[in-house]
Every structure is written in structure tokens, then in C-alpha cells.
């Protein structure tokens, strides 16, 4: 269905912004080559997909490189691709801020088994990822190998598979205490 | 006198001799009861800040008797689950509610407690009646202070309608021959 409110101003399409000026593209290009497989920004918040196997190489580059210097971690996060029918199917996105230039920078990779994702564990670099890599294993079954101690941090002990997978199931549920039947009609009840 | 079931013991029913003293008794026994809640509150989530609302001076539920809020489960006397209970919360609430003495009552507080609210997801109880018994339901997101405290007013209602003894639980009035 077509609806005018697409061809406006908030237009859900991105315009595309060049990122070849950018110095900390500039730098990932010119230290990893073809490992660095896409490139966007977006009113100057500028991203990086880097592939897997040199992801903490490129870690220890924008944290170590004066001219780079993300000094601050402030979010690792996880997504499933799966609706998208994208592949790879997960991805992992660090937020980065240099405190000393005021910039920020996205770095995401993409851990190249869909069935058991596996990446490398960036907590040696920044331990700010630590519960935020336990988050990820939780929420999405993204193991990190070298994390000091990967296990559940938000889900219970027992609790099986990874909620936020597309494809669990939404309203899947798994008590730790056996639920009562709820009749419809109970007497002496106060609705 | 009458017997419930087939040979079943007798039971005094109202309207003389002892009879007429047990339900007098009972009658007396709620009103003090009812009087004299002492709130345990299992505040979990942003329905809290009602909580508060309610029980600062502005609406005085010292009027209730249900002010004093005791924090713990074994002093207290009415259970006010406040807030959203995940699945990892929901053995702590059970053992809470097991550590109350009778005569207890249970009041869900807020339309999170009462359904699982609009969080039909993998980690939301959907109502803490799957967990525990509840006397009484509050909706609202988060319920007015107005709502709580007319919820307070027909638990009062109920606590006066069931039948009361000076040991053993308190029934419901369903089960009491005399209703």
C-alpha cells in the first residue's frame, strides 16, 4: 500500500552519507582491508562491520590508536537477524566514546555459525563487557570464548534456550513454581 | 443443629443457643481484624510510587487502621504485591506468602500483579494468582490512590462477611452454614 507519508521528511529510508573523510574508517581500512565489509553513517554516528575473526584486533585498534582512543564502552549488544533473512543470523554491536575527541563509533560483527554462535571475548579489553557479553550469551546463545565466567546473568538457572532468538517463542514460559488452575468463576472473589 | 453431610459431625447453625454466640464471636473477631491490617508491601516495579502516594499523609490510611507497613511477612496480616512478578520473583513471593501467619490476605496491587499487564512475555507471571491465592484485585496502570483505597474498603467488606474463629483459618462466607 502506498502512503504519501513515505515520500516526506520522515522518510524511514536513511540517506546515505559518505564515510570515506571519516579518520576512524580511514584507519580500520588501512590496518584490516577487506575485513572491514560495510561501512554507513547516519547524521554522523558512523558504523563498521568488521569481519569476525579480526574483530578483536579492530577492538584493541580503536581503544589503543591515539588517533582513534575509545577509551569508554558503552554498550554491547546483540540482534537476530532471522526475520530479516539476513546471514550470518546474529551480530554484535559495540557502542564506543572516545572521551578525549567526543566521538562516538558503532563496531559490529558478525559470528559466522547461525546454529552455535561463537565470537571472541573482548572483556580482556575493555571488562566493561563483561555482564553485557553475559547479557548477549543469555539473550541470544552467543557464546564468547575467553569470557572469565559466561553464564545466565538475567534468566534463571534451568531456564532453557535463548528468549530473545526470533524463534522462540514469544509467550513461552517456563515457571519455577507449578501454577494453579485459574477457574473463571471463583465465589467470594472481589473483582 | 444439622448435620453438613452423612454422618457428619454436628454444627451449631445461627439463631440460638450456641449458635447465636459462635457468629456473634465471628462478627466481633472481623471487626477487630478488619481494623487493624498490617500491610506486608512486595513492591516491585514503578506501581510502588502509588504505593507511596497511598500511604503518605495525604490519603491517611491510618483511617483503615492499614498504615503501619511491616517488613516482614511474619508480622503482617494483608500481602500488597505491588509491581510486576517475573518467573525468577515468583518462588520468593510464594515463600513470603507461606511465612505470613494466618489469618492472611492477599491484595494485588496494579494490573501487572492482577494479569501479567501488557508483558505476555517469556518472563512475566501472568497474574499472581497463578502463585498464590488473592483476595483482592486492583487494576490501574498504576491504579489512582482513590482505586487502592476502595479496594481496601471491600477487602474490609469481605474480612466482615467470612467466619472467624479464635484459632484455625478464616473461611470464606460460602462455606459458613450460617450464610
Not at chain 1, 589503543?64 to 546471514?87: H, I, M, N, S, V
Request: a neutral charge; charged letters at 25%.
Amino acid at each position: 500500500m502506498d502512503s504519501p507519508a513515505r515520500s516526506g521528511p520522515h522518510t524511514l529510508t536513511a540517506m546515505p552519507e559518505p564515510t570515506h573523510d571519516d579518520p576512524t574508517i580511514a584507519r580500520l581500512r588501512a590496518e584490516f582491508g577487506d575485513a572491514v565489509l560495510e561501512t554507513h553513517a547516519h547524521r554522523g554516528d558512523v558504523t563498521a562491520v568488521i569481519r569476525a575473526d579480526r574483530y578483536r584486533d579492530a577492538v584493541r585498534l580503536l581503544r589503543d590508536d591515539p588517533e582513534c582512543d575509545y577509551d569508554f564502552l558503552t554498550d554491547l549488544a546483540g540482534w537476530d537477524r532471522l526475520k530479516l533473512r539476513q546471514t550470518p543470523r546474529f551480530e554484535v554491536v559495540l557502542h564506543l566514546y572516545s572521551l578525549s575527541r567526543n566521538a562516538r563509533f558503532r563496531l559490529k560483527t558478525r559470528p559466522e555459525d547461525n546454529a552455535e554462535p561463537v565470537l571472541d571475548s573482548i572483556v580482556d579489553i575493555y571488562p566493561a563487557a563483561n555482564w553485557p557479553e553475559r547479557e548477549v550469551y543469555d539473550m541470544f546463545g552467543i557464546r564468547f570464548t575467553g569470557h572469565p565466567n559466561l553464564k545466565r546473568i538475567l534468566m534463571y538457572e534451568g531456564f532453557e534456550g535463548h528468549p530473545l532468538r526470533k524463534d522462540y517463542p514469544f509467550n513461552k514460559r517456563q515457571p519455577r513454581v507449578v501454577e494453579r488452575e485459574i477457574p473463571d468463576d471463583r465465589p467470594g472473589m472481589i473483582f | 443443629m444439622v448435620r453438613l453431610e452423612e454422618g457428619g459431625p454436628e454444627v451449631a447453625v445461627s439463631g440460638g443457643g450456641p449458635g447465636f454466640f459462635t457468629s456473634r464471636l465471628s462478627d466481633g473477631i472481623a471487626w477487630a481484624r478488619k481494623w487493624s491490617l498490617f500491610p506486608y508491601p512486595f513492591v516491585t516495579a514503578c506501581c510502588g510510587m502509588e504505593y507511596m502516594s497511598v500511604s503518605s499523609a495525604h490519603y491517611d490510611l491510618d483511617r483503615f487502621g492499614a498504615a503501619w507497613p511491616r517488613f516482614t511477612p511474619r508480622q503482617a496480616d494483608m500481602l500488597l504485591v505491588v509491581g510486576t512478578i517475573s518467573h525468577k520473583m515468583a518462588p520468593v513471593l510464594r515463600m513470603v506468602y507461606e511465612q505470613m501467619c494466618d489469618p492472611k490476605w492477599v491484595v494485588a496491587f496494579g494490573v501487572c500483579t492482577c494479569t501479567g499487564g501488557f508483558y505476555d512475555n517469556y518472563a512475566t507471571v501472568q497474574g499472581i494468582d497463578r502463585i498464590i491465592p488473592v483476595d483482592c484485585y486492583i487494576p490501574g496502570c498504576p491504579p489512582r490512590p482513590e482505586t487502592v483505597l476502595d479496594a481496601l474498603m471491600k477487602l474490609q467488606a469481605k474480612i466482615q462477611k467470612q467466619r472467624h474463629g479464635l484459632t484455625g483459618p478464616v473461611r470464606p462466607a460460602h462455606t459458613d452454614s450460617n450464610a
